[in-house]
């Protein structure tokens, strides 16, 4: 998928040292799967880059995007992502409130016009003029269109926004939909996943800045480096489906024993995502290691497909 180039904002430049900035781009560049060499040129990128300003929009979602992501552990990750771009507005993580916070996100997107990020969590309600959800009296639907109007890229973070998630699931009362329903005419990057593994926010992020263009995308404009391969084939239970060991209830021998949740329901097999590599809160763990199946959460309509529990059909010999 082409990924075109997209020019830098005006805004001063960072002040992270070069040794911290070079930590954080061999980080990112290890996640990206880009090799050695390109750690020194994001490092470059990014020291010469002027910060990016972002707004950060969320419309119906839970928070635990943004929780996810300021649970970062990678050591210099958080502080250096806030240092790389300029979060001008976030409802969650800003100091501003009230009207204050309405108008440091137009200001940012007039000082910024066609420069700056729109990332967006959360399902945009459609329906009746898409009045179910709205921020200071203003329906997320029009909110989104009027700043994705003159914002250079748009990453959906999150399965709700990037297909609509929870929000979509039957019966979807609100005519919810992810942002590229809405907005076809724009660099767009789904980092999809219920919530996404927080580097996987980041590196996007870096990437944009540092390249000027968004990483290479698969066929659902998720970040191939984030989405490589099924949970299935990198998670450290399948050598016991490759023997046929299955758990067959939560609190059996086979469970007790760390055997394959396959037939509790897992969908790790059809399942694109870093989780069973990368996992959460600083590598500690993920779901299936706490011994629950995967539920499917980076892939659209992952709410409607299939029961948590209900086990895919078809196993074969993977
Ligand atoms: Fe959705 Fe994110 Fe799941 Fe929650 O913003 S992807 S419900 S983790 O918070 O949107």
């Given at each position: 998928?082409s990924?075109?180039?997209?020019?830098?904002?005006?805004?001063?430049?960072?002040?992270?040292?070069?040794?911290?900035?070079?930590q954080?781009?061999?980080?990112?560049?290890?996640?990206?799967?880009?090799?050695?060499a390109?750690?020194?040129?994001?490092?470059?990128?990014?020291?010469?880059?002027?910060?990016?300003?972002?707004?950060?929009?969320s419309?119906?979602?839970?928070t635990g995007?943004?929780?996810?992501?300021?649970?970062?552990?990678?050591?210099?990750l958080?502080?250096?992502?806030?240092?790389?771009?300029?979060?001008?507005?976030?409802?969650?993580?800003?100091?501003?409130?009230?009207?204050?916070?309405?108008?440091?996100?137009?200001?940012?997107?007039t000082a910024?016009?066609?420069?700056?990020?729109l990332?967006?969590?959360?399902?945009?309600?459609?329906?009746?003029?898409g009045?179910y959800?709205?921020?200071?009296?203003?329906?997320?639907?029009?909110?989104?269109?009027?700043?994705?109007?003159?914002?250079?890229?748009?990453?959906?973070?999150?399965?709700?926004?990037?297909?609509g998630?929870?929000?979509?699931?039957?019966?979807?009362?609100?005519?919810?939909?992810?942002?590229?329903?809405?907005?076809?005419?724009k660099?767009?990057?789904?980092?999809?996943?219920?919530?996404?593994?927080?580097?996987?926010?980041?590196?996007?992020?870096?990437?944009?800045?540092?390249?000027?263009?968004?990483?290479?995308?698969?066929r659902?404009?998720?970040?191939?480096?984030?989405?490589?391969?099924?949970?299935?084939?990198?998670?450290y239970?399948?050598?016991?489906?490759?023997?046929?060991?299955?758990?067959?209830?939560?609190?059996?021998?086979?469970?007790?024993k760390?055997?394959?949740?396959?037939?509790?329901?897992?969908?790790?097999?059809?399942t694109?995502?870093?989780c069973?590599?990368?996992k959460?809160?600083?590598?500690?763990?993920?779901?299936?290691?706490?011994?629950?199946?995967?539920?499917?959460?980076?892939?659209?309509?992952?709410?409607d497909?299939?029961?948590?529990?209900?086990?895919?059909?078809?196993?074969g010999?993977?």
């Amino acid at each position: 998928m082409s990924t075109p180039a997209i020019e830098s904002t005006g805004q001063p430049a960072q002040t992270v040292s070069r040794r911290a900035l070079l930590q954080f781009s061999s980080a990112m560049c290890s996640l990206l799967a880009l090799p050695a060499a390109a750690a020194s040129a994001m490092a470059e990128g990014l020291a010469k880059t002027p910060r990016q300003s972002v707004v950060w929009l969320s419309f119906q979602e839970c928070t635990g995007c943004t929780e996810s992501l300021s649970r970062s552990y990678s050591p210099t990750l958080e502080s250096l992502i806030f240092d790389v771009v300029s979060l001008d507005y976030h409802h969650t993580l800003q100091a501003a409130s009230g009207d204050a916070a309405e108008q440091a996100r137009d200001a940012a997107a007039t000082a910024n016009k066609g420069k700056y990020i729109l990332v967006v969590d959360g399902a945009v309600s459609t329906k009746d003029g898409g009045l179910y959800s709205t921020i200071a009296g203003v329906a997320n639907l029009d909110m989104l269109r009027a700043l994705a109007r003159d914002a250079k890229a748009i990453v959906a973070v999150g399965t709700c926004a990037a297909f609509g998630g929870i929000a979509k699931a039957k019966p979807n009362p609100t005519g919810a939909v992810g942002v590229q329903e809405i907005v076809s005419d724009k660099p767009l990057i789904n980092v999809s996943g219920c919530p996404p593994v927080p580097e996987a926010i980041a590196g996007v992020l870096a990437h944009l800045v540092a390249f000027g263009k968004p990483p290479e995308l698969d066929r659902l404009k998720r970040p191939v480096a984030f989405f490589p391969a099924t949970i299935h084939q990198r998670c450290y239970r399948r050598p016991f489906y490759r023997e046929g060991l299955f758990a067959k209830s939560f609190d059996d021998e086979g469970a007790r024993k760390g055997y394959c949740l396959y037939y509790l329901g897992c969908k790790g097999p059809v399942t694109r995502g870093i989780c069973a590599t990368r996992k959460w809160n600083g590598g500690v763990s993920f779901p299936i290691q706490s011994g629950h199946g995967c539920l499917g959460c980076t892939e659209p309509n992952f709410w409607d497909r299939a029961g948590f529990y209900q086990p895919l059909e078809g196993r074969g010999s993977r």
